[in-house]
Nanobody, 116 residues
Framework: QVQLVESGGGLVQPGGSLTLSCAAS????????MSWVRQAPGKALEWASV????????NYADSVKGRFTISRDNAKNTLYLQMTNLKPEDTAVYYC?????????RGQGTQVTVSA
């Protein structure tokens, strides 16, 4: 079955950086479009970034464009999200997910808190 395990979250000050990782197993990762989605306290799940199977195409939500970078290593079955210039509004649980079924096929999440 699909297994996605996120890591790398934590507490960071505004303007800081974090890199999230996601270890995938139980499916053909190299043939799967992948994404990072997030859920802020009291808000709905929202997508942040999507990456094509070979990394040739990526998309970002306007709220993270220019600050976040999604990447993948198909040899290691791992998805990454580099986050820079973090803002308090980036505080959320971040999930690694298969696209487009990101609600049904995602990991347990990793908490990112941006606060002074």
């Amino acid at each position: 079955q699909v297994q996605l395990v996120e890591s790398g979250g934590g507490l960071v000050q505004p303007g800081g950086s974090l890199t999230l990782s996601c270890a995938a197993s139980g499916f053909d990762f190299s043939r799967s479009v992948m994404s990072w989605v997030r859920q802020a306290p009291g808000k709905a799940l929202e997508w942040a970034s999507v990456i094509h199977v070979d990394g040739s195409r990526v998309n970002y939500a306007d709220s993270v464009k220019g600050r976040f970078t999604i990447s993948r290593d198909n040899a290691k079955n791992t998805l990454y999200l580099q986050m820079t210039n973090l803002k308090p509004e980036d505080t959320a649980v971040y999930y690694c997910a298969k696209w487009p079924r990101f609600e049904a096929e995602r990991g347990q999440g990793t908490q990112v808190t941006v606060s002074a």
